[in-house]
């Protein structure tokens, strides 16, 4: 069980990090950087080897990894070491900003590839659900030709179906400028619908699936994973208003970002209400509250898993890393104007190491997808201009292009004091998120049946 919950997160993170720090060595390497030592993983040495003037190993604390070059640190005294391009400091600046940027660019070259991947080789799984009608619009074509909620559609065009894909497929081969008979089930007796030619459109599109409240996923950390919500949850009403399909979670919540709100829910017969706080997601509409769940999954046959030709695979890898970057940026900058907002959606490696062992949980797919937003979000982080981080190594370089003299040993050691304080306040504090959100799920999870406020009564 321990390993089930470990493995995922720390195979993750060790290939996320052994990747960025993959980036710097080759580029130090082909610039003639001395490098003295690869390391993933902090902290004392477990197992490692020497070969070619460099110590590679595993260090005990798998916490991040690193490259330590000759000259990347000023000496005792304070002074910059003397040397020639061998060592870090005292190389051109040109060289030591590719040095720093290749971490971060080997993130992003990550992200393509594992969706290249994703795409061309593992597939993307289309998701499939029996031909069961949802409850049908009033006054929309199904509604009008007597469809109801629960009946269970058994022919198209006299071709047998048994999910919906086999209904929009169906219909999609018939010819269209003839009826539709559409022969469907209720219970015991079956019957037969037909629609006319010119109606058929409208009324293909008037059908549905059922879409139940009920929590399919939790996103860790998210507000509705906080409140002690649990997958299989039916969620009743919102603030008192009744909730019948799951499309109405959102459309409720619209508005309600960063407001306290009521959530009742059902769970094993008991009715009881959660008070949560729903988040704006970085590029979503403004005030549109997220609380951090997904529609239960399909309960009929499993969908078939497409794989794309190669051709076809690189522009939508390419696509799909350029939309994961734009929504990494976003939320990076969410959580630097609306920091103390979004903090309880911040985390670290516990953090990362809960939503590996879920998405491993749901799928290699999803696993596979979590480890390319990670590579993303290593990037972004690493490109800020913060001393200690490949940024800060970056706005180093590029200034002192612009001086045209290096900067001194003190200034430098300034530089990077300022960069320590700042990372090491942010560590404490993410670790400190780490270990408290778990705790607040827990409490959450034990008190949540027994605490009531009664918003609204449950929908029968």
Not at 37 to 48: I, L, N, Q, R
Not at 93 to 109: C, Q, T
Not at 258 to 270: A, P
Not at 401 to 408: M, N, Q, T
């Amino acid at each position: 069980m321990l390993v089930n919950a470990i493995l995922p997160g720390a195979v993750l993170l060790g290939i996320v990090i052994f990747f960025h720090e993959l980036g710097h060595f080759l580029i130090a390497k082909w610039r003639g950087i001395t490098v003295t030592k690869f390391s993933m993983g902090m902290g004392p040495e477990m197992v490692g080897f020497t070969a070619g003037g460099t110590r590679y190993c595993l260090s005990w604390i798998p916490l991040g990894g690193f490259v330590q070059m000759a000259g990347d640190q000023p000496n005792e005294d304070g002074s910059i070491p003397a040397g020639g391009p061998e060592q870090f400091l005292t190389h051109h600046w040109f060289g030591r900003m590719l040095v720093a940027l290749a971490g971060p660019a080997a993130n992003l070259v990550l992200a393509f590839v594992i969706y290249l991947v994703l795409y061309a080789a593992v597939g993307v799984a289309q998701r499939e659900w029996p031909s069961v009608l949802g409850p049908p619009e009033a006054g929309s074509p199904a509604a009008l030709a007597g469809l109801r909620e629960g009946d269970v559609v058994q022919t198209v065009a006299g071709g047998a179906v048994a999910t919906w894909t086999d209904v929009e497929r169906r219909a999609a081969k018939s010819d269209s400028t003839k009826a539709l008979e559409m022969r469907v089930r209720r219970g015991d007796s079956t019957f037969t619908v037909t629609t006319a030619p010119q109606a058929r459109r409208a009324f293909l599109a008037s059908l549905d699936r059922p879409h139940p409240p009920v929590v399919g996923g939790l996103s860790t950390g998210q507000p509705a994973y906080l409140a002690g919500m649990k997958e299989g949850d039916r969620i009743l009403a919102l603030d008192g208003k009744a909730i019948g399909q799951f499309g109405d979670i959102r459309r409720l919540l619209k508005g309600r970002a960063e407001q306290d709100v009521v959530v009742r829910v059902r769970r094993d017969g008991t009715d009881f209400d959660l008070k949560l706080r729903p988040a704006q997601m970085p590029g979503d509409t403004p005030g549109q509250g997220f609380i951090g769940i997904e529609e239960v999954g399909p309960t009929g046959p499993q969908g078939e898993r497409v794989r794309y030709a190669l051709r076809e695979s690189v522009p939508l890898a390419f696509q799909q890393t350029l939309a994961g970057t734009v929504l990494v940026y976003d939320g990076l900058w969410t959580t630097l104007t609306r920091f103390w907002q979004v903090r309880e959606q911040m985390g670290g490696p516990i953090f990362i190491a809960q939503m590996a062992s879920d998405a491993a949980r749901r799928g290699f797919e999803y696993w596979l997808n979590l480890m390319a937003m990670i590579s993303l979000a290593v990037m972004a982080f690493n490109l800020l201009p913060i001393p200690l981080l490949d940024g800060g190594h970056v706005f180093l370089a590029l200034l002192e292009a612009v001086r045209r003299r290096a900067l001194s040993a003190r200034g430098y050691l300034r530089f990077m004091r300022v960069g320590l304080v700042f990372v090491g306040l942010l560590f404490v504090f993410i670790i400190a998120q780490d270990v408290m959100r778990p705790l607040r799920r827990m409490q959450a999870l034990g008190k949540a049946p027994r605490e009531t406020t009664t918003v609204a009564p449950a929908p029968r």
